[in-house]
Structure formats: C-alpha cells, structure tokens
C-alpha cells in the first residue's frame, strides 16, 4: 500500500514493503482456498477490480469457471450504500 496509509506502528517501520492482499491454494484433494486481507473500508467495494477479484476467487473457489476477463460485477452508483446498518458517530 501507499506508504501514506500505513498507520501502525509495525507499518510504518518497513516503508515501501510489499504486502500480500490476497491468496489462494489448492489442496492435493483438489480442495481450494482464497484468503484476503482488503475488507477493511466499505468503500473499497465501490472499486470494479477490488470486487471483481474477489468474486473471480469465490468462484475459482468453489470450482466455477472464470469467465474470460472476469466476472462481472456491475453496481449502480446508488447501491454501494443501501442497506447499512450505520452505527453513528464513535464516542
């Protein structure tokens, strides 16, 4: 990530370090996994590649072919934020 977002402590003592976001694996029984670590902000779903890769990984996951270029994941503008619980402010 840009260094600029790194707001740990740990992070910020390695600027510049690439990071792994995702991964996946397949087990010898022909098993899959996908592991991600970029769910933090809601708003990251309103990015075509950020949902795009992990609705290509659900379904390499569960042994459904990926369409050529990837699945499609249109959204209304709208609809990112329908439906949230929101919390309000923190205290």
């Keep these: 990530p840009p ?15 690439e990071e792994i976001l995702a991964w996946a694996f397949r087990r010898p029984d ?16 309103g990015n075509q590649n950020f949902r795009r890769l ?16 990837g699945a499609r994941v249109d959204l209304k503008p709208g609809d990112l934020n329908q439906n949230l619980d929101f919390k309000g402010k923190k205290k």
């Design 54 to 69: 992990v609705v290509n990984a659900i379904l390499w996951t569960a042994h459904v072919d990926v369409p050529p270029g």
């Design 3 to 17: 260094d600029n977002t790194r707001g740990t402590p740990a992070a910020r003592e390695h600027p510049g370090r």
């Design 30 to 45: 022909d098993g899959r996994s996908f592991g991600f670590s970029g769910g933090h902000f809601h708003r990251n779903w």
